[in-house]
């Protein structure tokens, strides 16, 4: 049982960090937030993102990586 919380813990942790090391040093060639559907309203004092292509890819992927992880 602890060996199984053990496991969860640090495959969570490894996914974790390659989410961040993918926001880190792909964001210069990733163009999430500036891809076409992604919507930007700005006024004079105040402005709204609705980064709505993004989301999609992300889901997207997110999906086929978790069919791909843990399809029984």
Request: hydrophobic share 55%.
């Amino acid at each position: 049982m602890v060996h199984n919380i053990g496991k969860t813990i640090m495959i969570i942790g490894l996914a974790l960090f390659a989410v961040g090391a993918v926001l880190h040093f792909g964001g210069r060639f990733l163009p999430f937030g500036r891809l076409p559907g992604d919507f930007a309203w700005q006024g004079r004092n105040w402005s709204v993102h609705f980064p709505l292509a993004s989301s999609i890819i992300i889901s997207i992927v997110l999906t086929v990586l978790a069919n791909i992880f843990f399809r029984r």
